[in-house]
Each structure stands twice: as structure tokens, then as C-alpha cells.
């Protein structure tokens, strides 16, 4: 297994006049159908050290997220995660839907009791896509592999990828001709021969079935009605 993530940067950042550091990812930003979610973990100076098996969730089973969720709730001070739904992210663009999740779970967070407003908030990746939908500025930090490296971001990612996942199974015994409860909204082949021949469903981002390298895909399959 890869090395485990830590507290070195939320350290530091306490260390700098945080009070909270709030760690978040995303899950979904690249399937076809179905929610964006933005996990948001929320941790003190005073948190312990993270849970042993804890790693970003796309280097772990499925198995193995289901044994680590529940320690990442007991070890940070609270969770949450916010939602973007398939119209959003067709009238928007994922990044502002992005950050519309992302402010869902920081509003959630915020009547858990957590103090938003004097947190860090830790973002994975080099783009702050948060800040441009925020009423109130807080104090945005950004970090390439945070998910791999800081134990909060990990721990945000576990949660909304267990999160995700769970919304995509309810939605698949819904629509079972796409197959969710296996491919989660991605665009397998699978997937894709279900949309040629079913059409999209409610549930799927119309936008992105609609570009280019989309269509291309979709051309392969006989009797698209995209």
C-alpha cells in the first residue's frame, strides 16, 4: 500500500492562525451521469492522529472504504458533503458546480457547529474553484496530490466517494439499463451502448454526452439517439 497521508501541511496551517483546517475533494467530476460530490472533513488542532489504513479512495477497494469510513467520522471533528446536481452541472460548468458542492458541504459543516470562518480550507489540486461562488472569502489553500499527501483531504475523499457511490446504486435500481451499480456514472462501453440505445435518462449530463470526443464515442455504437 503507498505511503499514508499526514498531518504535516494541516500543521503548518494551524501553525499559521487557523483554527479549523478543512480538508476537501471531489467525486464524480468525470462520469456521465449523476451527482458531483464534494466531501469536506474538518479537523482541530487538537485531532489525533488519522486512522492507520486511511488513504485517498482511489487507492482503495471498495471493502476497504466501507472499514475506513466509519474511523475517518470518529477521528475528525465532523464531515459532510455537498451535492451538484446533472442540471447544475449542464447550466453552470463542473467547475462552478464544483463549487457549488463544495459551499453545500461548508454550510453543513457550519450548522454541525464547525467554525467555517476562521478555517483553512484545503483544496486538492492547483485551481482554487471555490472562491468564485463564496458570499463571505475564506481562506483558500491549494495542493497538488492533497489527496495522496494530506490526511484531511484523504479523509474528505473517503466520504464523498462512499457518499457517491451510494447515490449511484439507489439511481441505478431506478434505471438498471445503464449499469451504475458497477460503473457509478462513468462512461464505460457498457454505459455507453445503454445510452445509445435507451437515450439518456434524467439522471445524465446532457452537455457532456453532446461533446465532441463524447459523440465520437457514441458513433461507435449503432442506433445513438443523443
Keep these: 500500500m503507498s505511503a499514508a497521508p499526514t498531518l504535516e501541511l494541516e500543521r503548518e496551517l494551524f501553525a499559521s492562525g487557523a483554527d479549523v483546517v478543512i480538508g476537501c475533494d471531489e467525486v464524480g467530476r468525470g462520469a456521465i451521469a449523476g451527482v458531483v460530490a464534494v466531501g469536506a472533513c474538518a479537523i482541530v488542532p487538537q485531532t489525533d492522529a488519522p486512522p ?35 442540471d447544475e452541472i449542464d ?18 459543516l457550519h450548522e454541525a457547529g464547525v ?9 486538492d489540486g492547483s485551481h482554487d474553484w471555490l472562491t468564485p461562488v463564496l458570499t463571505s472569502p ?34 441505478h435500481d431506478q434505471w438498471p439499463a445503464y449499469g451504475w451499480s458497477g460503473n457509478k456514472g462513468y462512461g464505460s462501453a457498457a454505459h455507453l451502448a445503454a445510452v445509445a440505445e435507451h437515450g439518456p435518462s434524467p439522471r445524465h449530463r446532457i452537455t457532456w454526452l453532446r461533446q465532441p470526443s463524447m459523440l465520437d464515442e457514441l458513433d461507435r455504437v449503432p442506433g445513438t439517439t443523443v
Excluded at 467520522?73 to 451535492?83: F, P
Excluded at 467555517?116 to 483544496?123: F, I
Design 52 to 86: 492507520e489504513r486511511l488513504r485517498d479512495s482511489k487507492l482503495l477497494s471498495p471493502a476497504r472504504r466501507a472499514e475506513v469510513e466509519p474511523a475517518v467520522r470518529a477521528w475528525a471533528t465532523a464531515v459532510a458533503v455537498g451535492e451538484a446536481g446533472p
Design 91 to 108: 447550466a453552470h460548468g463542473i467547475v462552478v458546480a464544483l463549487g457549488l458542492a463544495a459551499r453545500r458541504a461548508l454550510v453543513a
Design 115 to 123: 467554525d467555517v470562518g476562521r478555517s483553512a480550507v484545503l483544496l
Design 138 to 171: 475564506l481562506r483558500i489553500v491549494t495542493r497538488v496530490k492533497a489527496d495522496r499527501d494530506c490526511a484531511s483531504v484523504a479523509a474528505a475523499s473517503v466520504v464523498a466517494k462512499r457518499h457517491r457511490d451510494a447515490l449511484m446504486v439507489a439511481d
